[in-house]
């Protein structure tokens, strides 16, 4: 079975910042467990004496303002950020990145966690398509860090599987509706949530040093970026792997 582990990053409903990010890791079942490994080995680094207690959160770390981040210099925190980051950049062939962008002010009114969801469960089915096509027949399971929006998106992931998303089609190689866990019991949540972060810095704050570690694990066929969605109104000539992907594509 392929995992993807799923967390946001940026506020659905803060004015302050234009957009919103849902993003993740998929990774196959029987690989999760040297992640986790890897998890640990870094939190054994940061807190010898109580690793287990050490839970990665980007935006923490970055602003050093807790236990036990506000010991370490701005370099330092960074640099446990990209470690994060560097895990899945070195990890499996197998693993792919994925995460979707949502423009907050291009679509009023509406819930950029379900515009990203919905968005995302459709990526997902499709590279479980092409693999399958390729002889790998696995089902696949999102998870979510524990969230508001559980009833929401369960129900959400309902719908698809029985009337399709609104691009057509039924999501069809999911196992079951989404499965939501404590981040802090999860290191591969823990790893969605940094992957999520990188994105939302590329895009809000111009600042892709994050981005760039795990850029070229998105989801790819045919030289177009899948695992990557940027939902934004306008002709901005967007230079994201996701926009120009598609623009030479279309060429």
């Known amino acids: 079975m392929h995992l993807l582990y799923l967390d946001d990053s940026g506020s659905s409903l803060n004015p302050q910042e234009d957009y919103f990010v849902l993003g993740g890791v998929s990774v196959f079942e029987a690989q999760a467990h040297w992640f986790t490994q890897e998890m640990d080995k870094l939190a054994l680094e940061i807190e010898s ?12 770390i970055f602003s050093r303002r807790s236990f036990p981040w506000k010991k370490y210099n701005r370099d330092e925190a960074r640099g446990i950020i990209k ?22 002010p291009s679509f009023p009114g509406r819930d950029p966690v379900e515009i990203a969801f919905e968005d995302l469960c459709s990526r ?58 404590n981040s802090k019991a999860s ?9 999520s972060y990188s994105v939302f810095r590329r895009f809000q704050h111009s600042d892709a040093q994050y981005f ?3 850029s070229s694990r998105f989801d790819s066929a045919g030289g177009i970026v899948h695992g990557l969605s940027h939902k934004e109104c306008g002709d901005i000539k967007c230079m994201c792997p996701a926009c120009l992907s598609r623009r030479i594509a279309n060429e």
């Not at 004496?49 to 923490?60: I, L, Q």
């Open 49 to 60: 004496k109580n690793p287990f207690d050490v839970e990665f959160h980007a935006s923490e």
């Open 187 to 195: 290191r591969l949540t823990q790893i969605a949530d940094h992957v």
């Open 124 to 181: 997902f089915d499709l590279f479980l398509k092409r693999e399958a096509s390729r002889g790998d027949r696995q089902r696949g399971l999102i998870i979510l860090d524990e969230s508001t929006h559980e009833t929401t998106l369960q129900q959400m992931s309902r719908d698809f599987r029985i009337i399709g998303t609104r691009w057509g089609g039924s999501i069809c190689n999911l196992a079951d509706t989404p499965l939501f866990v």
């Open 83 to 104: 470690a994060v980051l560097n895990i899945v950049a070195k990890s499996f062939d197998s693993a792919r990145v994925f995460a979707c962008v949502v423009h907050k």
């Open 212 to 214: 760039d570690i795990v």
